[in-house]
């Protein structure tokens, strides 16, 4: 069953998706660190108190993770279009909690970078801590999916060879809308999609994805330690608007749809700061 993280009447709170309608769960103001997958499936549900989705703020569904850790050249489309050479091992770096925005929520344009950019991305959430997780025993660690667009700052991205100051921008990255569970998310080839403007640029699925789910979470908890609420991107599909010709980027105005089919769809407006 699908959860949110939500705003209503000034309070946050976690919710079973039901339709089109939210039923608070006790007890639980968002979803991460103190939501492993044994208390979010043990909590009580609060139905007298349920709000239609419409009448909240949809927030990131971990609104502050303890981690970020994202994946870059995952798919082998992406990874041509670059000229790179295919990866042996994942290509990471980390965003921050401040960098995430709800699934509804503006694309801030910083007045700083002419390049803003687009990445569709399937988000997985961790539910159980772990460190050393071997691949056969990842998804027990699996809290669930969501949907991410790693809103990227090229011109900053490629000031050096370390990505971070164009991909940790504060507030760029929608997150959501919902947390899909395991049970429910069939990941075998989920159509992955991004739409500008009424133009599709990004088209793949999940089973193009270089390295997958299992692989990414042996590698990541190899060095570090999962933690419930951690989330990871894990990489994006050929089509980015700057391996584009022309180029394509975020303007004033625009409005994002980007899709994981089975997962959900982010819809966000574009708007210069300020």
């Known amino acids: 069953m699908p959860y949110a993280t939500y705003e209503f009447r000034g309070a946050r709170r976690v919710g079973r998706v039901e339709g089109d309608r ?3 769960l006790d007890g639980l103001p968002e979803l991460g660190r103190d939501t492993p ?3 979010l499936s043990a909590a009580r549900e609060r ?3 349920a709000v239609p989705v419409a009448a909240v703020r949809v927030c990131p569904p971990v609104p502050n993770p303890d981690k970020i850790v994202c994946v870059g050249l995952n798919y082998h489309a992406h990874v041509g279009e670059t000229g790179r ?3 042996t091992y994942p290509v990471l770096f980390t965003k921050f909690a401040s960098s995430l925005i709800g699934p509804y929520d503006d694309i801030v344009l910083p007045p700083e970078s002419a390049q803003v950019d687009y990445e569709a991305e399937l988000a997985v959430v961790i539910g159980k801590a772990g460190r050393r997780i071997p691949p056969e025993k990842a998804v027990d660690h699996v809290l669930g999916y969501c949907v991410a667009n790693d809103v990227t700052m090229r011109d900053y991205q490629y000031k050096t060879h370390q990505w971070l100051p164009g991909k940790a921008w504060d507030r760029s ?6 947390l899909v569970t395991p049970a429910e998310a069939d990941l075998t080839a989920a159509r992955v999609t ?3 403007g009424g133009r599709e640029l990004q088209s793949s ?3 193009r994805l270089i390295f997958g789910i299992p692989t990414l979470i042996a590698a990541i908890s190899e060095f570090t330690t999962l933690l419930p609420g951690d989330v990871i991107l894990t990489g ?3 089509g980015v608007g700057f391996r584009r010709d022309p180029q394509v980027f975020l303007r004033d105005g625009d409005e994002i749809t980007v899709s994981v089919e089975g997962i959900g769809t982010l819809v966000n407006r574009v708007r210069a700061e300020g």
Request: no cysteine; net charge negative.
């Open 85 to 87: 050479d295919l990866p």
């Open 47 to 49: 139905p007298a108190e």
């Open 236 to 238: 994006t599909p050929g």
């Open 173 to 178: 990255t929608p997150l959501g809308p919902y």
């Open 22 to 24: 939210l039923i608070p």
């Open 194 to 196: 991004t739409v500008l």
């Open 37 to 39: 997958s044994d208390v």
């Open 205 to 207: 699925d999940t089973s």
